[in-house]
């Protein structure tokens, strides 16, 4: 390999990528999506029998808690250094750091060891989902990486689907070690695959600073943010000196951060991607439209127990039209991208239709249990609709050098408001009903009284979730309004076409 920064004409011109090609960097791609996202939903299942088994319950949250903030607060910064180094080094490092953290969970002797060790998992986890998007963005051109994002989304349903059953499975005839066992071989199959698929990705080199003053400011702010919206209301109350210290701190180091950015000579986050409408209002849609999604995943379950009597076991069935769902919306807008000129039709339509569906939850919150099922099997329909029309449309506004940070950017606000979302929806459940479920999956038994069989008083309880879950929905909708729709580049290309290079790519390293 030569100088990083070395123009084009230093490196032999490299062959077009061919169908095949594209093809076998999108099947490691995709197993390294799954690998990210059954990570989420297979060690939820097992978290009592990993508390029993280390003999600590009251730390047990901190299993998903270190995960989540590790994962979300790298996102923007492996975006970075893929501009820098290359999406296959990154890709690799994630991968690593992923392996590597799942094999010292596995062997933890207690708790402590055991949050430290899902702390480094989530350090490569939270490059694996920015990688992939980027890396599709690398191989075909605007107009088709649509559909490849949709059909990423078959990773995440099987996920999602098998992760819950596998690990509870897994606790239940083996030892729960086993869980992050399973990452081992899976991540090296997917190392394997996009070390030797990923090497004739076109780069786009150019000089770059990383920046490192910017990059500790903005996770110190995102550690505190994320801290206080985990811990708030359920851990710690939200007026307690400790809370009102981490809200302060997250603020203070915004601040900063944001002067950071108007000063330094090339900031951690771009202005010039900040600034981009297409970047604001695409973010805000996704964002938006995830936190959706992610508070009804989180408070269904407790919703189908305490409202419709469900045990644990069917309330979680109950909710896989909410993620099985998901991808037929989001290939339903790929097709669309590929096709149609004013290609926001899909998701105009998708989230109009969720929207309506979660204004019925806040009109009619005891609606017979067929008809919530259905209503969330639209929602999670719905808001596919938006993530691949808003993810590329964000890659299609910025400067290609610019890709990577743009897309990790993207995931990092997802995340944050995400669990903004679910925070204030929290909120809302515990002022109403008193309980809430645990972050991260853990469940809450909620007894229904002998005079609320039906769970009715409940149900207005929740009537207030949903209002907030319906503004969150709205904002979505009025977002994917405002999105431009810009034209996208590149014609969708037959089967067996050869893909064309842009001039200034080189090869990978």
């Known amino acids: 390999m030569g100088p990083l920064n070395a123009p084009a004409e230093m490196y032999p011109a490299p062959a077009p990528l061919t169908h095949k090609d594209i093809r076998q960097v999108f099947y490691g791609l995709m197993l390294g999506g799954f690998l990210s996202a059954v990570n989420q939903t297979i060690v939820a299942s097992a978290l009592p029998t990993i508390g029993r088994d280390l003999g600590d319950f009251q730390n047990l949250s901190w299993v998903i808690i270190a995960y989540l903030l590790s994962s979300t607060v790298v996102a923007p910064l492996y975006g970075k250094l893929s501009d820098i180094h290359g999406r296959r080094a990154m890709m690799l490092v994630a991968l690593a750091l992923f392996v590597g953290g799942s094999c010292a969970a596995a062997v933890a002797p207690n708790m ?3 949050i430290a060790a899902r702390t480094v998992q989530g350090l490569g986890g939270g490059g694996i989902v920015p990688m992939v998007q980027t890396t599709v963005a690398d191989m075909v051109t605007p107009r088709e990486r ?22 509870g499975a897994i606790a239940d005839r083996w030892h729960w070690s086993a869980i992050f066992w399973l990452n081992v071989p899976l991540g090296i199959a997917t190392a394997a695959l996009v070390n030797r698929s990923m090497k004739r990705l076109p780069r786009h080199d150019r000089s770059h600073q990383l920046d490192p003053v910017g990059a500790a400011l903005m996770i110190a702010a995102s550690v505190a943010l994320l801290l206080a919206l985990t811990s708030g209301g359920t851990r710690v109350p939200w007026t307690s000196p400790a809370m009102l210290a981490l809200i302060s701190a997250a603020i203070v180091v915004s601040v900063i951060f944001a002067w950071w950015l108007r000063r330094a000579e090339e900031p951690f986050l771009p202005l010039d991607v900040l600034r981009n409408p297409v970047m604001r209002v695409g973010t805000m849609a996704t964002s938006c439209a995830l936190g959706v999604m992610t508070g009804f995943m989180v408070y269904m379950p407790l919703y189908y127990q305490a409202v419709h009597g469900l045990s644990a ?16 919306g989001s290939m339903l807008s790929g097709r669309a991208m590929m096709y149609l000129r004013h290609y926001k039709i899909s998701p105009y339509v998708g989230m109009s239709l969720a929207t309506a569906a979660v204004a019925a939850f806040a009109s009619w919150p005891a609606m017979p249990l067929p008809w919530a099922i259905f209503a969330t099997g639209v929602i999670g329909f719905g808001v596919g609709s938006v993530f691949p029309v808003a993810t590329v449309s964000i890659q299609n506004a910025v400067e290609r050098h610019t890709v990577g940070i743009a897309t990790g950017a993207m995931n990092f606000f997802r995340a944050l408001v995400s669990a903004l979302v679910v925070a204030v929806m929290g909120a809302i459940l515990l002022a109403g009903i008193g309980l809430a479920p645990e972050r991260g999956g853990v469940g809450i038994d909620l007894a229904l009284t002998p005079a609320n069989p039906a769970g009715i008083a409940v149900a207005e309880s929740f009537r207030f979730v949903f209002v907030a879950a319906l503004v969150v929905s709205v904002l979505a909708l009025l977002a994917v309004v405002l999105l431009e729709e810009r034209t996208l580049h590149g014609p969708a290309a037959a089967p067996d076409e050869r893909r064309p290079r842009s001039p200034e790519a080189v090869p990978a390293e």
């Open 112 to 114: 402590a060891m055991l």
């Open 146 to 167: 649509g559909n490849y994002q949709a059909y990423m989304g078959i990773a995440w349903i099987a996920a999602g689907v098998v992760g819950p059953a596998l690990g």
């Open 313 to 328: 076991t069917r309330a979680g069935l109950a909710l896989i039209p909410v993620i099985v769902l998901t991808t037929p």
